[in-house]
């Protein structure tokens, strides 16, 4: 295993809150593979052990880094993600066109990241529905972590002192104190054009990041890297002459709206369950009061649809009529939104859904999915460990079509 290898399984496993760090429910998946071929593993290993061995156990169970690499790009698809929805407007025929001419499948390589300028390409699959492309940039992210005043040394818990007290006379006890500084993160931007219903998706992972190739650079948020993913795959694709034709076609077929927004209602089928728990609305007058409401089902939490949905699919089998047992998960049946949507002149802005859906043993994976009409993206929170990001991205395209009849 090289040295890079080695620190991209350590920074991924042994747990240290950084942003490439492993989830709990990622590492379990991974351990449980070591152990699925004989690694005495405790279920409950402190992370301690964890530093001191994984290194050994990815040498003996995971030689050539295959396990290593599918849960590593299933923690990168499932991390939290902004995501904007477009159609490939008139051009949509030029796009399909260069990219079928143009690509080249790239294997997944979990290590390597670009700049800001020149990213680094490290995926590219046609599917059967879409083509992906994953570009990595590196990104430094603020971290803050908090020291207790008696793990410092006296020499330096008296010069914070002298400096504290400079500031404030009314100084009496250091009780702990919090250091910020820039993490090197790895940021992934994904890019989708489906070749049938002719839309094109732009994903990044939501931490607002700054440039480490830019002295005192400002920190950009996911909303606006959107932009910057789109240019890269223009460049990509060698369409940089169409520009400007792109991006304007993309920005008219934004399918984020407040339009497709009313196509977000509950539905139970035999293996989809959809539950609105949040809805805003805002109203404006001209030249007068500029009002917001948010209407959130305080109950509909996500362990509380979690626990609901795998009650009724164990008795059921399907979740066909889930609203007939549990209509108090029925946002639209609240007192307050039956009163508030009544009413003449609000538009409805934004929601927030629950999608619950089954995985391959089974299991009730819950996704949350956060709607922004005014800045046409989505934040998408994909349940821990999931596995059916494809799924969630068809029953998005589906609830966010063209226009609602």
Request: aromatic residues 8%.
């Amino acid at each position: 295993m090289t040295e890079e290898m080695k620190r991209a399984v350590l920074t991924a496993i042994v747990p240290s809150g950084a942003f490439n760090n492993w989830n709990e429910e990622t590492i379990n998946l991974y351990l449980e593979e070591f152990r699925n071929k004989g690694a005495e593993i405790p279920k409950n290993i402190d992370k301690d052990l964890i530093k001191e061995h994984i290194l050994n156990w990815v040498e003996w169970f995971d030689d050539d880094l295959t396990l290593f690499k599918r849960y590593n790009k299933l923690f990168e698809s499932t991390r939290v993600k902004v995501i904007s929805l477009s159609e490939l407007g008139e051009a949509g025929e030029k796009i399909l066109r260069a990219t079928g001419k143009k690509f080249v499948p790239v294997p997944y390589d979990p290590v390597s990241a670009g700049t800001w300028e020149e990213p680094a390409l490290v995926y590219a699959e046609e599917l059967k529905e879409h083509y992906e492309f994953w570009f990595a940039i590196k990104g430094n992210k603020e971290v803050s972590h908090a020291i207790e005043g008696n793990e410092l040394s006296n020499e330096i818990r008296t010069q914070l002192i002298e400096q504290v007290k400079l500031k404030n006379l009314d100084f009496k006890h250091l009780d702990k104190i919090v250091v910020k500084y820039f993490s090197s993160s790895r940021i992934i931007n994904i890019v989708k054009i489906d070749k049938n219903e002719e839309r094109i998706s732009f994903a990044t992972d939501i931490p607002a990041v700054s440039n480490p190739e830019i002295e005192n650079s400002k920190k950009t948020r996911a909303e606006e890297r959107i932009y910057y993913v789109q240019d890269k795959i223009i460049d990509h694709l060698g369409l940089k002459e169409e520009r400007n034709e792109l991006k304007s076609d993309w920005s008219r077929g934004v399918l984020v709206n407040q339009e497709t927004v009313k196509n977000i209602t509950k539905l139970a089928t035999d293996e989809v369950l959809i539950i609105p728990h949040k809805h805003e609305r805002s109203f404006e007058e001209i030249d007068g009061l500029s009002e917001k409401n948010i209407n959130i089902g305080s109950s509909l939490t996500l362990n509380a649809v979690k626990r609901a949905a795998k009650q009724y699919f164990d008795k059921e089998g399907t979740f066909r009529n889930f609203f007939n047992e549990y209509s108090h998960f029925d946002l639209s049946e609240g007192r307050i939104e039956q009163e508030v949507s009544a009413i003449e002149d609000i538009q409805l802005s934004a929601k927030g859904f629950y999608i619950c859906l089954l995985d391959e043993e089974g299991h009730i994976e819950v996704n949350r999915i956060d709607v922004n009409s005014t800045l046409a993206v989505l934040k998408v929170t994909t349940a821990k460990g999931g596995k059916r990001v494809e799924a969630v991205t068809r029953q998005l395209n589906a609830i966010f079509s063209k226009q609602i009849s």
